[in-house]
């Protein structure tokens, strides 16, 4: 059972557009973190979201925490072609120490 | 070190045959996680340590898999009488307790053979 549904899982776009990723559930959770993966790589933690309906920046990053903490989206404005990876989100459960991740989307940024 | 570290990095071995995966946490980070991801895909939970202890092995795929946490640092996933469906990077990560923060190492790219 996939816990948290990432979409799309795939996204080509041109250099300069917008877009935004959606990470949805049915289940509640203490907090969403969004990873950002290249190849050969691991994982990096861009953000950490907390509170529902919390709204994070990071240069043309905006993330927000759904108001019941079940949902979480992530938009890029102004794409570039240094913003290709593979972006994860991933929900943690109070004190069970385990992150549950989706599927993850692969965001291509097309010069 | 300044990081998480796996070794090997790459592993190739031939079906039925033990592999032994390393990971080296942050100094100080009493949680340690295993994860598999398989090609372009999310992260598949296997197991975490708080300390040496694993209070949560419900990810681990089969009884062929098992881990270890020694000293409350180095730990190690095996995988016996490996199979195909066992290729995959295995992730390690470490954080200061369970609550906070998680580092990745780079993965140790599994292949059977």
């Known amino acids: 059972t996939q816990l948290l549904e990432q979409s799309p899982q795939f996204l080509s776009i041109q250099e300069g557009e917008n877009l935004t990723v959606y990470c949805n559930s049915s289940?509640?959770?203490?907090?969403l973190q969004w990873y950002r993966q290249e190849p050969g790589e691991g994982p990096v933690l861009l953000v950490t979201v907390v509170t529902g309906g919390e709204v994070k920046k990071l240069k043309r990053l905006t993330f927000q925490f759904g108001d019941a903490r079940k949902d979480s989206s992530l938009h890029i404005t102004a794409a570039q072609p240094g913003d290709t990876g593979l972006y994860l989100c991933?929900?943690?459960?109070?004190?069970?120490?385990?992150?549950?991740f989706g599927q993850g989307t692969t965001l291509q940024v097309k010069p | 070190g300044a990081g998480v570290s796996q070794s090997p990095s790459n592993k190739v071995t031939e079906k039925g045959k033990d592999v032994e995966l390393r990971c080296d946490p942050i100094s100080g980070h009493t949680a340690l996680y295993w994860y598999r991801q398989s090609l372009g895909q999310g992260l598949e939970f296997l197991i975490y340590?708080?300390?040496?202890?694993?209070?949560?092995k419900s990810g681990l795929p089969s009884d062929r898999f098992s881990a270890e946490r020694t000293g409350g640092s180095v730990s190690t996933l095996t995988i016996q009488r490996t199979q195909q469906e066992d290729s995959a990077v295995y992730l390690c990560?470490?954080?200061?307790?369970?609550?906070?923060?998680?580092?990745f190492g780079q993965g140790t790219r599994l292949t059977v053979v």
């Open positions: 340590f708080q300390g040496n202890s694993a209070p949560d």
């Open positions: 990560a470490s954080s200061l307790d369970m609550n906070t923060e998680a580092f």
């Open positions: 991933a929900g943690a459960k109070s004190n069970t120490g385990k992150l549950i």
């Open positions: 289940s509640v959770f203490s907090s």
